[in-house]
């Protein structure tokens, strides 16, 4: 492994500062199976397994929000095999989702344009927020199909339909994420070090992780998790103030 897990870097910080919003870019998963000798849709397979866990994980440590980043609008570009596999992938997950849904009390959200997914994972969608949606719990979200820079016009277009001049509160009110949290801390894998076009608004004062680990060795590591609140832990925020941040009064 890398030299962050050396027993100095991995012992628990003692300290209250824990994430709210945490973003992952699941990135890697076909590389996980060809280093293992693997086809690369058992990768994918490989990267979504465990996920109820992680999110527990996090969720019983304080964060009440977690966002995945699962299929982009230019993974519609991959091969036709792959596409349908990750649908189908993706169906089954959200199926899954509904009972862990009702036993954790969480609330479950979808973003992303749903024109182009297979009709069924669509409903799927729907489904899976309409029965979660008085949860309480915490907030898991899945962006499917999703694009931050087509967020951001779709938004344009419903300001300017709606005649309204905004202004930066009431703009994010437009945005398909705008009832979310503003993300805290972002993490990519597989020592990809870009963001690729992810929740663009959200990310503007979010503090960035990137690992060299891939997803699948994310996904089932509790190692892997704490390190990530080990290391936001030690970020000074500052949002463009002075050397004293002010961790209060976001709103919620």
């Not at 397994?49 to 969720?59: G, I, R, S, T």
């Not at 437009?174 to 949290?181: A, K, S, V, W």
């Not at 704490?226 to 002075?242: C, M, P, S, V």
Request: aromatic share 12%; with cysteine; hydrophobic share 40%.
């Amino acid at each position: 492994m890398f030299k962050l897990f050396k027993k100095k870097e991995t012992q628990i910080v003692d300290t209250p500062k824990i994430p709210q919003h945490i973003a992952f870019i699941c990135d890697g998963n076909r590389r996980w199976a060809e280093a293992r000798g693997l086809p690369p849709l058992a990768g994918h397979k490989a990267g979504i397994a465990n996920f109820e866990k992680l999110v527990d994980w996090f969720f019983a440590h304080g964060v009440t929000t977690i966002t995945f980043f699962l299929f982009s609008t230019e993974n519609w570009n991959r091969s036709q095999e792959e596409v349908d596999f990750l649908m189908d992938l993706f169906y089954t997950e959200l199926d899954k989702n509904m009972k862990h849904a009702l036993e954790k009390n969480l609330r479950y959200r979808v973003i992303g344009s749903r024109d182009r997914l297979p009709k069924k994972l669509a409903k799927k969608c729907d489904e899976l927020e309409k029965t979660s949606a008085e949860n309480t719990g915490g907030t898991v979200v899945f962006a499917l199909n999703y694009g931050g820079q087509d967020e951001i016009v779709a938004a344009v277009n419903a300001a300017i339909e709606a005649g309204e001049q905004v202004d930066k509160d009431t703009f994010e009110t437009y945005l398909d994420t705008g009832e979310l949290l503003p993300i805290d801390l972002m993490v990519r894998t597989s020592n990809e070090f870009r963001i690729s076009n992810f929740l663009l608004w959200k990310l503007a004062y979010a503090e960035l992780l990137f690992l060299p680990e891939h997803w699948p060795d994310l996904v089932r590591s509790e190692k892997l998790w704490q390190y990530t609140l080990d290391e936001y832990a030690k970020r000074n925020r500052r949002f463009g103030g002075g050397k004293k941040a002010n961790y209060s009064g976001r709103k919620k």
